[in-house]
């Protein structure tokens, strides 16, 4: 009979609920373009059913606000007459002459309220141009904030160049910091069904393009924004919806015939015309600071900010990147409330403006990072925005660190405060997602908007001076993880790039470490021991060992996370140090690490990957072949390869997709013999363990806490930490370290090919096979396990 690996998260009544809930894939990234991204938010959306459709009713009941003004029904009809599009060629410009109407029609609606409506298709946002990539992207028309006309408003643009005159008085800036609802307007390509009854998505490649091009415009909303939720609306031809966006997806209202039923469209207007600030979708313990320069210099915060920014250490290392977090005026200033540790109803507050790390999708985690500077401590420190899975089977991030703090573990961060995001303040009512209330959402698990503040700030890892820089804070981090496993009994599950920071001193600059932090997916041994609580995948997709991707029924182990540290070393290889890849050759390399399978309900990624595992072959080759740097991940991949060579494919097969043929050929292979896996053990082991008397260079590494000597008897090779704590231990001993990181990225350098459109409706089965390649990940691609075991009681349609 199968057993159970040690500390496995899988069993038999886990993987019979798993075969019947897909797994979820990877989030984007914008290094593959425009096209690329908008394709695979699409993907992400429909694949994983996010989309759910409401009577207009429902919709108007649940999320729009109640008004005891009333208005005439004659003034609510729309000028469709722009809007015919049948019997002729369409243009831009033909759906621009549209504009002028739509926006005369809401306007008409929001009359004498805190709200006007403007046409924005032509002025893109500066401060997303200001970005590298050159970003233009703009919606069609937007809501805005009479109280924000300073940050939508822009004096230069000159209604003599507007063609379309009726577009001249309402003609303003997009900008994504203040717009507080988005509108689209197509004539082609409607992305949802535009008769009732009809099944709400529609599988064309433009309908795919569209639905991806709104949930671009919503992710930015979100992500530069502080919001709970955001309303868009949608209009084609002579039809219209209404969208309410949260982090658990979108619920779509039903379709709006704008010839015979014009007034729910306006209705929906009218109401939100007086709407207060969260009735609107913004985040009541976020309040923007004055956007007059002028006034700002009067605030006590701001100058308070001021003033520590001038007192920083001219000469450290980490002054410029806080610098960085707070200069330009392209984004508002934001002060933000936290809870404190111990007593939840009371706030701290903190100033942000410019973010370090966010995520490319409207839904899931959102995990948001920004430098702060704390009002009330008068110092700097690192604030994380979430939305966090809600369930007795999930550890609020903040419980976690409770966990582990008496065991003062070097190399993971200390918490200044955090915790869950009231509505009101002092209040119970949490701010949470409401998408999965709905059937047909309701396998998804509701998400509260949180926030913790670490005393810490880090430097991005990708930020390391050298391969032993890289090294020494990896290896700080590798032995935290294992301190919290022996002592604390907690496995990380999302080693990455992102999760390891560089830990300096402020005022010094010296060389500390590194920090593992983002501990939002762990689980606890005893959970592991029991089984697991949740059906998806964890962790970010490139990191994740070959075996969680080929075999997507077995659990996380131990093995896992430490397998995870050699891949995101070896990512760090293939970006800035001189190797033999061309740019084609690492594009064709990363798609091993980047392969994102939808089959038979589940995300599964490359063989190739096992195989290189297998074999303890790295996936590229060192111009300099004597760097210490490169001999390091040889001796990684041989102790991987030592690990898989000891496994057993039979026992594994199980945990495997049925009908998988790779797994089966696998479970065919004779496991080595004994005598041969010692051998190779030896080989390595002795290499690895081997003592050396060369001094460490304290001024350049960090050595890792000394780890037991030997590995014991029976163990695989990566059972434990042992022996990869030795490796990276002996490495950072040698003198042989060179300042080695190339001044290019080699991934910059990389022509990506744009993707197959996605082809998937509600109306076809989730299980059906969809083989398809997704681009890189280079800070929070992680899946999000926000699916229950088992469905609440919902508000039924």
Known sequence: MASTPPHSATSAEAAARAAITPLTGRHPDRQKGLANIRNHLDAGMTREDRYVEVTWKDFMKEYVPITSRKFDKKT??????????SGKTLTPSDE????????????TAIKNGRLVCKDIADWPDKSLMNLNEKDSRRADLALYKKSDHDGWSDPKISSDTIRILGRRAYAARNSIAYAAVLGEVKLRCSGFSVKKGEPLLVTAEGAERTRGQMADYVTEILTRQHRTFVFTFYIYRKTARILRWDRVGCVVCEVIDLETEPEKFFEFFFRIALASDSELGLDPTATALPLKKKELDKDRSYRALQKALKSLPTKSRLSAYIK???????????KLDVPNKDDQTSMGSFLVRNLTASSNSPTGRATKGFIAYDLQEKSF???KDSWATRSDDVHPELDVYKRLEPHKIPGIATVRCGGDLPMTPGGDDLQETRTQDWEGADDYLPRVHTRIVLNEIGIPLKDYSDSKELCSAVSVAFAAHFRAWTQAKILHRDVSDGNIVIDVDLKSGELLGGLLIDWDLCKYQEELENGPTQKNRSGTWRYLSAL????????????????????????FALRFHENYHSPDGLRTTLSVYDECRFVDGYWVGAWAKLDSMLEGKLPLKFKDEDSEFYKLLTTLFQICRTHYSSLNWVDLAQYALPGSQEARDRAGIPRPAASATKSQAAAVLDDVFGDSDTPSDASQSVEPPKLPPVVPTGKRALDDHIAFGKALRAALKSDGWTQDKSQVDNFSLIEWKTEVANSYSRAESRKRAVERLYGSSSLTGQPDPDRPQESASKRKR
Not at 76 to 85: E, R, V
Not at 96 to 107: D, E, L, N, Q, V
Not at 324 to 334: I, K, S
């Open 548 to 571: 969680l991707l080929n075999y997507p029924k077995k659990g996380n182990d131990v093995s896992d996370d430490i397998e995870s540290f050699l891949h995101l070393l070896c990512i």
């Open 324 to 334: 960085q977090a707070f200069e330009g005026d392209l984004w508002p200033l934001y």
């Open 76 to 85: 609510a009809k729309m000028d469709l007459k722009n809007f015919q599009a």
């Open 96 to 107: 621009k002459a549209c504009y002028p109407s739509a926006c005369r029609f809401i306007t």
């Open 381 to 383: 420190c690192f604030l």
